[in-house]
Antibody, heavy 119, light 108 residues
Framework: QVQLVESGGGVVQPGKSLRLSCAASGFTFSLYTVHWVRQAPGKGLEWLAVMSYDAEHEYYADSVKGRFTVSRDNSKNTLYLQMNSLRPEDTAVYYC????????????WGQGTLVIVSS | EIVMTQSPATLSVSPGERATLSCRASQSVGSNLAWYQQKPGQAPRLLIYGASTRATGVPARFSGSGSGTEFTLTISSLQSEDFAVYYCQQYNIWPPWTFGQGTKVEIK
């Protein structure tokens, strides 16, 4: 079955960096686009970033543009989110979510990894 | 950016009753609208895509309707497991892909 497992979260000081991973299984990762979505404590869902299945296209939310970078290693079935210059407002659960097509809905989600930005 | 607005913020419903949740887009998204259910401590789960198509395994008591800027998620007879937060999301014009702020369905 389709499975997405995020890892790499933790407590980090403001201004520091963190890299999240999203390990995929149960499907041909190289054929699917996967997004990053986050949810601050007690808040709603915020789309963050996407990299197309072939790594040809990437897009970012304005809130993270220039600070976060998405990448993928199709040989390892893994999507990454490099987060630099972290701010307290980046504190959230970070989810990766697969789409059937680049322009479609999120059909499978990981369980999320918590990032806390605090001094 | 397309802004998605959900109403009400909280809906109090008794088990067995019908729940109607609304989602409005700031401009037309066609039928490119999805609904998700999220329970505490869990990831969102896809319920509806294409405004009205149930995802695999979603009970028939969940139905979606609408197009353009006005959408509705209806739960025909609420079960205990349906009390959760529901989000709409548009995937018509991007980036960004945008979500509504959520509607919490609570037990009356």
């Amino acid at each position: 079955q389709v499975q997405l497992v995020e890892s790499g979260g933790g407590v980090v000081q403001p201004g520091k960096s963190l890299r999240l991973s999203c390990a995929a299984s149960g499907f041909t990762f190289s054929l699917y686009t996967v997004h990053w979505v986050r949810q601050a404590p007690g808040k709603g869902l915020e789309w963050l970033a996407v990299m197309s299945y072939d790594a040809e296209h990437e897009y970012y939310a304005d809130s993270v543009k220039g600070r976060f970078t998405v990448s993928r290693d199709n040989s390892k079935n893994t999507l990454y989110l490099q987060m630099n210059s972290l701010r307290p407002e980046d504190t959230a659960v970070y989810y990766c979510a697969r789409v059937e097509y680049f322009t479609s809905w999120f059909d499978h989600w990981g369980q999320g990894t918590l990032v806390i930005v605090s001094s | 950016e397309i802004v998605m607005t959900q109403s009400p913020a909280t809906l109090s419903v008794s088990p067995g009753e019908r729940a109607t949740l609304s989602c409005r887009a700031s401009q037309s998204v066609g039928s490119n609208l999805a609904w998700y259910q999220q329970k505490p401590g869990q990831a969102p789960r896809l319920l509806i895509y294409g405004a009205s198509t149930r995802a695999t395994g979603v009970p028939a008591r969940f139905s979606g309707s609408g197009s353009g800027t006005e959408f509705t998620l209806t739960i025909s007879s609420l079960q205990s497991e349906d009390f959760a937060v529901y989000y709409c999301q548009q995937y018509n014009i991007w980036p960004p892909w945008t979500f509504g702020q959520g509607t919490k369905v609570e037990i009356k």
